[in-house]
């Protein structure tokens, strides 16, 4: 019978004139339908078992995960499992979204159980604890969707022997779940999510076409896969029809006319809440951290971007001066509070990442109104700037290079061409754009570093124009890595069409003009002809001098590279003294830990070898290859390169067997960073196969 109090599914007995006392087993509040297709959670098996690790019942245990991952249906599972096996005296369902829900149900609750109506909610509510305290009865309290913690505050059901509480929530608030046993909830697994698919759409008509292909897209969140089945159900599609929808449309808009398994909120609808939530939280902080946010990675973003200068920077400018780097780390932390991110730890180097759904990103991005993307766009690519090491040397900053790349893809993917005009609207490529080719080619990767600024020469050329400076300077990078990945005759002749233009369009002079000069000087030497080489580089010193002087790092780039191509026509000796005037200089002018200067002590070490001085040669490289360690780390090209020289004039002083060892170890480490096709890599080939015929 229905009631006032709730729904009874048992008889009731009537205690003298007051309000009727029920019997048992008896249920308050309505169990949610268990969802068509419900596929089979590892954490049915948790909720079941409820036990801890020292073989104690867990009384408490709290589902949380992000709107949409099936808290509620594992909640409802078990309830309904217990309730129909005749395991539960009593059940009681709350929805948990506020205080006053809560008490009204306690209130129904405390009725049913002791035939007395408080008419104070509160006083109901400790009445039913007490209860639930004193009784041998078994039950069980289900707290669904708690949205705000403290509304639970006095309110939580005891710890007995013979009673369970389970709690559904997005939040991971410290209070939440200190005492509690915390299930962590996730979207499904790659086969959960083909299985409920297959469930819920079969096999005909092609419907199933690129199943797979749309639970990746959809993030393998249950609730977004059970209202794209019903969408392609109601409008008679394939999977492969809705995903171009899905590439096509807002998300809004692709939900079905009715929700399935009496869903209340569409997908975009799931988080508007936790969104609002955060938002308010932290003065707005928190919405504008997950706009920088679902521009980026989905899965995995270092959580220090949020707190850069560049990030700080942004937020000022739209909420004012008073926001500081505690309070974007505080708003960052919210969102993993409220069930909007995850944050994870790389075991490895300690960075801390922060995940966000993809399909949260996209319906933040889609509420992002156009005129801000643009100065998201660029804060976020100022911000991944600003975390950039300048030398990927160590597994921390190597990593940390990874996921720098890895989210600036993410972000020119999803800006567009925002990255190609600047804040004002100027035709400007940001910075980004090259520090991500260049630090693949930096750490070895030179053919991804050739293929990224073949793509960004073909962007530039439709969007700046060919003749724009940028469009310019993205070529003379592309013939730059086409040289430095073998090819080094394509080098010469793109870098000799860039000059054409750069002489065309601006003066001689133009430390672009001079930077292409040296390039082509270079390659040329490369692709063999070491005395054109020497030559071109003497006529551009005088050039060099007259422009930026004697000290400039540039005028010592030409005199390093006079001496190396003075050294490859056939004048090792002179080399070596040329190499040691430039030393000398970049000593003066940049530093000892310079790559620069370490490259020009290579240089010496080596051309002191060819020049008659083998062991020389040898200790002088061993002394670099110890700095180069220090400073660039062991997987820097730079490195390897003096790893090998080392080993080669080691050979040639007469230990020919630790050439070969030392041959082997390098080869290793470089098939291992830069790949078997690297033409360093194949010259360390070579080298091994020379040394183990005399060895």
């Known amino acids: 019978m229905t009631g006032p109090a709730g729904i009874f599914n048992a008889p009731v007995n009537v205690g003298g004139a007051g309000r009727p006392v029920v019997s048992f087993p008896h249920q308050v509040g309505a169990v949610p339908r268990l969802a068509h297709g419900r596929q089979p959670r590892p954490a049915d098996g948790l909720l079941a078992t409820a036990v801890g690790g020292g073989g104690t019942t867990v009384v408490c245990q709290v589902l949380a995960g992000m709107g949409g991952v099936g808290k509620t249906q594992l909640a409802a599972n078990l309830a309904t ?36 109506e408080d008419q104070d909610p509160q006083h109901a509510a400790d009445r039913l604890r007490a209860w639930l305290a004193a009784t041998g009865r078994r039950w069980l309290v289900v707290l669904d969707d708690i949205t705000h913690p403290t509304d639970l505050t006095g309110l939580w059901p005891p710890d007995t022997a013979t009673g369970r509480t ?41 419907r199933l076409d690129e199943a797979d292909e749309l639970a990746g897209d959809l993030g393998y969140l249950p609730i977004a896969l059970a209202q794209a089945a019903a969408y392609i159900l109601d409008r008679d599609l394939t999977c492969a029809a809705y995903r171009t929808r899905l590439h096509r449309r807002r998300l809004d808009r692709l939900h079905p006319d009715t929700l399935p398994d ?54 000022r400018h739209t909420l004012g001066p008073d926001v500081d780097a505690d309070a974007a780390a505080d708003a960052t932390r919210a969102l993993y509070r409220l069930g909007l991110a995850d944050a994870t730890r790389d075991p490895d180097t300690g960075i801390t990442l922060v995940r966000v759904h993809a399909l949260v990103q996209r319906v933040v991005t889609e509420a992002t109104p156009d005129d801000q993307r643009q100065a998201f766009a660029h804060a976020a690519a100022d911000a991944i700037m600003e975390l950039w090491p300048d030398i990927e040397h160590d597994s921390l900053t190597a990593r940390l290079g990874r ?245 080669y004039w080691r050979g040639k002083a007469g230990d020919a067997a630790g050439a070969v060892q030392a041959f082997e170890e390098v080869l290793a480490d470089q098939l291992r960073v830069l790949g078997p096709d690297h033409p360093h890599t194949l010259t360390t080939r070579d080298n091994l196969a020379y040394w183990r015929g005399p060895s």
């Open 262 to 315: 009496e869903q209340q909120q569409t997908v975009t609808e799931t988080w508007a809440l936790s969104i609002i939530q955060a938002d308010a939280a932290t003065d707005h902080l928190a919405g504008q951290i997950l706009r920088l946010a679902a521009l980026l990675d989905a899965n995995g973003i270092p959580t220090d971007l949020f707190t850069t200068t560049a990030a700080l920077d942004y937020y």
């Open 81 to 116: 499992q217990l309730w129909q096996t005749g395991q539960l005296d009593l059940l009681v369902w709350v929805t948990a979204s506020s205080r006053t829900t809560i008490l009204d149900t306690y209130s129904r609750a405390a009725a049913d159980l002791t035939g007395v």
């Open 403 to 647: 996921l720098l790349r890895t989210n600036t893809t993410a972000l020119t993917v999803a800006v567009g061409d925002h990255l190609w005009h600047s804040c004002q609207g100027e035709l400007d490529a940001h910075v980004l754009l090259y520090r991500a080719g260049d630090s693949q080619g930096e750490i070895g990767q030179v053919v991804a570093a050739r293929n990224h600024y073949q793509q960004l020469a073909a962007d530039a050329a439709q969007i700046l124009g060919p003749d724009h400076p940028d469009t310019l300077r993205i070529r003379h990078n592309l013939a730059y890595w086409r040289g430095k990945a073998g090819d080094a005759a394509g080098a010469v002749q793109a870098f000799e069409e860039v000059l054409a233009d750069q002489l065309r369009l601006v003066s001689p002079d133009h430390p672009d003009t001079l930077t292409t000069r040296s390039n082509l000087a270079y390659w040329r030497g490369e692709a063999g002809d070491a005395a054109g080489a020497a030559e071109a580089f003497e006529e551009m010193l005088a050039d060099r001098l007259r422009v930026l002087g004697s000290d400039h790092p540039d005028t010592l780039r030409t005199r390093h590279n006079i001496a190396g191509w003075r050294a490859e026509a056939g004048d090792a000796a002179g080399a070596v003294q040329a190499f040691e005037e430039v030393l000398a200089g970049r000593l003066r002018v940049l530093g000892s830990d310079h790559p620069d200067t370490l490259r020009t002590r290579h240089n010496i070490a080596a051309w002191r070898g060819e020049a008659g001085d083998a062991a020389g040669a040898a200790e002088a490289l061993d002394e670099v290859l110890a700095d180069r360690l220090r400073v660039l780390g062991p997987d820097h090209p730079d490195t390897l390169t003096t790893r090998n020289s080392l080993a």
């Open 166 to 206: 389970v709690a559904t929530t997005r939040r991971r608030d410290t209070a939440l779940l200190a005492g509690r046993r915390l299930i962590d909830v996730g979207v499904f697994t790659t086969a959960e999510a083909h299985a409920y698919l297959i469930g819920q759409l079969g096999d005909t008509n092609n």
